[in-house]
């Protein structure tokens, strides 16, 4: 084939691509989760060939949150809230600008989910950089006016599994595990995210006093939860009436910002949630 023809058709092939790029966005530049296909849940076992670094001093978080490069590399700030299971990425989205200086982050097993969040978060960042004027009302109001959603990022990860591997002792804030896999068939209950040894791993990068947030749709499955956190001695409940003003807001986009909490409420089922606060380790 002459070389004419070899160079218009990788140009060809290069406009498809660029258009069919262009098209998994939308109009404000953010991903259309329909070109995200992926199944439901998966295999907390199974060897995902994830990258998961030895030890938390191990892993360069600046390439998620490059705004705080610095004060990342001199260790004056980490990460302080995790969404466990982030799911399509609406609680991180809807956290971010509410708590612009805390660093988040969503894990989630499934690479094309996690994809969607990066996507989705590197959309929100690059629209509040720009002060888009033609993005939604709802979504300027959640930029800051630090450039906007520098502070949240996603990771692909198994948190059942390498939690530790991330996060040191106390490092934590708040973390949440909403709508869960609730793994219905008995022998597949060894594989729910709640159990007392993953609380114990809980507990252990979560400061004294910092917050659980969990919510379902399945009655059964939250009686599991709420059972195994009243038997772990590091976990109290918290009422909603007492919380803290800022863990009513986190609570807030707990109950509403979440897409799998939007699905319910759409077909009009029904949620249970509750609020833990990590108890101080006794003294010995």
């Known amino acids: 084939m002459p070389p004419k023809r070899d160079a218009e058709e990788a140009a060809l092939d290069n406009n498809n691509d660029t258009q069919k790029e262009a098209s998994s966005l939308n109009k404000f530049g953010l991903p259309k989760k329909k070109f995200y296909r992926q199944r439901a849940h998966a295999n907390p076992f199974s060897d995902h060939q994830l990258d998961v670094p030895l ?8 390439a998620h949150f490059p705004a705080y490069a610095d004060e990342l590399k001199s260790r ?8 466990v299971g982030c799911g399509f990425g609406g609680l991180i989205v809807s956290l971010a600008p509410r708590f612009p200086n805390t660093l988040m982050l969503g894990m989630e097993i499934r690479p094309q989910v996690t994809q969607y969040v990066h996507d989705r978060i ?3 960042r690059n629209l509040a950089e720009k002060g888009e004027t033609e993005m939604p009302a709802k979504l300027e109001s959640q ?10 990022s996603v990771i692909r990860a198994n948190a059942m599994k390498f939690l530790p591997n991330f996060f040191e002792k106390g490092q934590l804030k708040k973390i949440f595990f909403l709508f869960p896999d609730p793994h ?13 040894t ?3 791993e809980y507990a252990y990068v979560l400061a004294p006093n910092a917050m659980l947030f969990n919510i379902t749709d399945v009655p059964d499955l939250f009686s599991w939860m709420q059972m195994h956190l009243e038997k772990h001695p590091l976990f109290e409940r918290i009422p909603d009436e007492e919380l803290s003003e800022e863990d ?4 807030s986009c707990v109950k509403s910002e979440t897409e799998e909490g939007k699905k319910v409420t759409r077909n009009g089922g029904g949620r249970q949630w509750a609020t833990w606060r990590r108890i101080p380790d ?3």
């Open 248 to 251: 009513q807001v986190a609570l």
């Open 76 to 83: 004056t700030k980490g990460v302080e809230m995790a969404d």
């Open 55 to 62: 030890h938390p001093h191990h892993k360069d978080w600046a």
């Open 122 to 124: 590197t959309g929100l």
């Open 143 to 152: 930029a800051d006016g630090k450039g906007g959603y520098q502070n949240a």
């Open 184 to 196: 219905f068939k008995a022998r597949k209950h060894k594989a729910r995210i709640i159990t007392q």
């Open 282 to 284: 006794p003294v010995i």
């Open 198 to 200: 993953l609380l114990s």
